[in-house]
């Protein structure tokens, strides 16, 4: 509200570097901001109502889908580094309509397995807990997206 036109510009561009990768500036005016730019994520569920039941009214089903969204398993084995993977799973959040990714890496020379998490563009990993004797190690990550991602660009990118 306060900015002269080219000053949001300047403003934004210095902002950019001082946020997490991924995060998005929205530029308004007084405050106001339309609500799908706030709560919406493009999937147009209003527009499919009929078919979106809830879970009181499937009591007694075996199953339900979500048709917007997908989720697959990408296996990578052991992995070489965590700094490396771990900057090909930042890359693939940002670059892909990824919205939640989980697992577990195995490290070579690590005795402990490494927890990945990620919401969006945030990533976050520890060592959970040491492998256990006869647990077989491998690295695993789940993939959770909108049903419009690349699942095989976005396979290429997490295994390098």
Same mark, same amino acid.
């Given at each position: 509200?306060?900015?002269?036109?080219?000053?949001?510009?300047?403003?934004?561009?210095?902002? =950019?570097? $001082?946020?997490?990768?991924?995060? $998005? @500036?929205?530029?308004? =005016?007084?405050?106001?901001?339309?609500?799908? #730019?706030?709560?919406?994520?493009?999937?147009?569920?209003?527009?499919?109502?009929?078919?979106?039941?809830?879970?009181?009214?499937?009591?007694?089903?075996? !199953?339900?889908?979500?048709?917007? /969204?997908?989720? /697959?398993?990408?296996?990578?084995?052991?992995?070489?580094?965590?700094?490396? @993977?771990? !900057?090909?799973?930042?890359?693939?959040?940002?670059?892909?309509?990824?919205?939640?990714?989980?697992? /577990?890496?195995?490290?070579?020379?690590?005795?402990?397995?490494? @927890?990945? !998490?990620?919401?969006?563009?945030?990533?976050?990993?520890? /060592?959970?807990?040491?492998? =256990?004797?006869?647990? #077989?190690?491998?690295?695993?990550?789940?993939?959770?997206?909108?049903?419009?991602?690349? $699942?095989?660009?976005?396979?290429? !990118?997490? $295994?390098?």
């Amino acid at each position: 509200d306060l900015l002269a036109d080219g000053e949001f510009k300047a403003l934004s561009e210095g902002l =950019k570097s $001082r946020v997490r990768k991924g995060t $998005r @500036l929205v530029p308004a =005016k007084h405050g106001a901001l339309d609500v799908t #730019t706030l709560l919406g994520v493009g999937a147009a569920a209003e527009d499919d109502m009929g078919n979106r039941l809830s879970h009181h009214e499937m009591e007694g089903e075996t !199953q339900h889908d979500h048709d917007d /969204f997908v989720t /697959f398993v990408v296996s990578l084995g052991q992995t070489a580094g965590k700094d490396a @993977l771990l !900057q090909r799973i930042e890359t693939a959040l940002i670059s892909h309509d990824i919205l939640r990714l989980k697992g /577990f890496a195995d490290l070579a020379g690590s005795a402990s397995r490494l @927890l990945i !998490q990620a919401v969006g563009p945030r990533l976050d990993s520890y /060592f959970d807990r040491p492998w =256990k004797p006869g647990e #077989t190690r491998a690295t695993e990550l789940v993939v959770i997206g909108a049903k419009t991602m690349d $699942r095989a660009a976005i396979e290429r !990118q997490l $295994r390098g």
